[in-house]
């Protein structure tokens, strides 16, 4: 069985590891050789706990059988990156259901910016009825960003540039503050007057900040002090 293809998959549990893997390679239990890499292990009141890590191997004979839509199928994520996803994915449905919220959980790849080069990993929660988890001004959200943040890089032993967002509200929050710029950028510019805006996270600053950094009748400049820090746009004289 030379050359077996195989695919290494983390979750809370072996079983819930087997099953995620076997639905990626579209293969039964009796197509896969199954290895149990790591039990996994519990965490203070669940939370934190090391996930169940096991590998599953392509028979040579179902690998042979499908050898043309492995040569045609899309690149795959690289498989640290395919188990920081996992983990991320696996640690915030395990933090949903220590919050009694029943939603669906999956992960992709998000785009990079000047700022992060490489793309961040998008954890995206869908559900009815999931205003609990985003709060006033995001806070909820953030804080279970926070908080993924911190398991996931504990997990794999080292910070994870990962976002996590519900039902697109942060594309949608993005949307706005890029058109919020534009129109207060107009209207320093119209009225010769900077405008300051609404106190807002790092994050947010930097959509105000990348929206407009090439528009050349209008700087930016962040102030004050945190949780009240702002983005102040000035009309540029120089113009």
């Known amino acids: 069985m ?3 293809s195989n695919l290494e998959m ?3 549990t072996v079983e819930k590891a087997v099953d995620k893997g076997l639905d990626q390679l579209g293969l039964s239990r009796d197509q896969v ?3 149990i890499l790591d039990e996994g292990g519990s965490g203070l009141f669940g939370i934190g706990e090391r996930q169940a890590r096991v590998r599953l191997t392509v028979t040579a004979a179902t690998e042979q059988s499908t050898s043309d839509e492995v040569v045609q199928s899309s690149p795959e994520p690289s498989p640290d990156l395919e188990n920081t996803m996992a983990i991320a994915q696996a640690t915030v449905q395990e933090l949903l259901e220590h919050m009694s919220v029943f939603a669906s959980v999956s992960t992709r790849l ?3 910016d000047d700022y992060d080069s490489s793309p961040p990993i998008v954890v995206d929660i869908a559900g009815n009825d ?3 988890l985003i709060g006033r001004d995001a806070e909820t959200l953030n804080a279970l960003q926070l908080i993924t943040r911190t398991i996931v890089g504990k997990e794999i032993g080292h910070s994870a540039h990962l976002i996590v967002d519900v ?3 942060r594309e949608r ?3 706005n503050l890029r058109k919020l710029a534009q129109r207060m950028a107009s209207q320093a510019i119209t009225t010769g007057r900077r405008q300051s805006l609404e106190p807002m996270s790092p994050a947010e600053r930097r959509i105000i900040h990348i929206e407009l950094r090439e528009n050349s009748d209008v700087r930016t400049e962040s102030s004050g002090q945190d949780p009240k820090r702002k983005v102040v ?3 540029n004289t120089n113009s």
């Open 10 to 12: 983390i979750a809370p």
């Open 33 to 35: 050789q199954i290895e």
């Open 233 to 235: 746009i000035f009309p």
């Open 110 to 112: 998000g785009t990079g």
């Open 130 to 132: 999931l205003s609990i």
């Open 2 to 4: 030379d050359q077996q």
């Open 167 to 169: 039902e697109g509200y």
């Open 173 to 175: 929050r993005e949307s």
